[in-house]
């Protein structure tokens, strides 16, 4: 048990556009999940920290307009990258908690801004 | 904050050799997560252990929380277990983690 899924794996979108990646906990609820983002042979980066039902609490630094992120439910979350720039183009991953404190992981979502 | 450091950096090994990991927190912690990130990206769960010793197969994990430190210890290491391994910690309620910088191993074969 414990499957977190995202999508898409991959996706390329121009600049300026909007982008919408899902992460959805597959076989338990998530009350709580997380969504970071990793530069080449870099650690994660928590951007923000996202609950259901109630607003995202964003990490110092990152632009909650830019990120929008909504917990529609207690197995889906959604990051949408608005007006997305090249500088935006990164490896996004979501993560669920499903007890306790353990995260588990989505596969991760590689953002090309062109 | 809690800072999160790895050893070593880089390491690179024989197929069939043994290797500790090491990971120290500056503080106490209610939270201590291994994971490996296979080289597509993907992250998987390795241990949970904010204390004492687990095993699973070929690797296992000791956390010693009054001297804040964790070792991940792989046995017998195959060409499989080549990528970057991740030390995480929280300390409070909001099941944030704070990450390591990881150590990538390289196992040739």
């Known amino acids: 048990g414990a499957v977190v899924s995202q999508h898409p794996s991959r996706v390329i979108c121009k600049s300026g556009t909007s982008v919408k990646i899902e992460c959805r906990s597959l076989d338990f609820q998530a009350t709580t999940m997380f969504w970071y983002r990793q530069f080449p042979k870099q650690s994660l980066m928590l951007m923000a920290t996202s609950n259901e039902g109630s607003k995202a609490t964003y990490e110092q630094g990152v632009e909650k307009d830019k990120f929008l992120i909504n917990h529609a439910s207690l197995t889906l979350s959604t990051l949408t990258v608005t007006s997305a720039h090249p500088e935006d183009s990164s490896f996004y991953i979501c993560?669920?908690?499903?007890?306790?404190?353990?995260?588990?992981f989505g596969p991760g979502t590689r953002l090309t801004v062109t | 904050g809690i800072q999160v450091e790895q050893s070593p950096p880089d390491l690179i090994l024989q197929e069939g050799a043994n290797s500790t990991l090491r990971c120290n927190f500056s503080?106490?912690?209610?939270?201590l997560q291994w994971f490996h990130q296979n080289p597509w990206g993907q992250l998987i769960n390795l241990f949970y252990i904010p204390s004492g010793t687990k095993q699973n197969g070929r690797l296992s994990a000791t956390t010693v929380a009054t001297e804040r430190y964790s070792l991940l210890y792989i046995s017998s290491s195959q060409t499989t277990d080549s990528g970057v391994y991740f030390c995480a910690v929280g300390d409070g309620n909001n099941r944030k983690l704070i990450w390591g910088l990881g150590t990538s191993l390289a196992v040739n074969p």
């Open positions: 993560s669920a908690v499903r007890q306790g404190f353990e995260q588990y």
């Open positions: 503080d106490s912690v209610n939270n």
